[in-house]
């Protein structure tokens, strides 16, 4: 484990889609709550 490794870790990475969905067209096929819920029921 080195110290950038773990700052990685405990970092929250979120990332502005708005660019990438005004250029692309692009929308996500699942929503974050939607994909929330799924990680939550794969977890139970």
Request: aromatic share 14%; glycine share 2%.
């Amino acid at each position: 484990m080195t110290r950038f490794l773990a700052e990685q870790l405990s970092t929250a990475h979120w990332f502005d889609q708005r660019r990438t969905r005004a250029d692309l067209r692009w929308t996500p096929a699942v929503t974050l709550d939607e994909g929330f819920a799924r990680l939550a029921a794969s977890y139970r």
